[in-house]
């Protein structure tokens, strides 16, 4: 899944503020609800939250 420009660019920032793994993850599960859960607005309009757990591997491409 490929994160829109505004989404990336606020996880790249928090990065490079030295944000913890834990809010990086925050950051990008965030980013996941909103474009593919929810897709814009579009649907799951009523979804709280999405949350990584245990996650081994997560790898971001510029």
Known sequence: MALPPVHAARLFDAQ???ASDDRLQEIAAEALKEVHFQD????AGSLDEVRFTDIEHLEFDL
């Open 40 to 43: 814009g607005g579009r649907r």
């Open 16 to 18: 490079e503020q030295g």
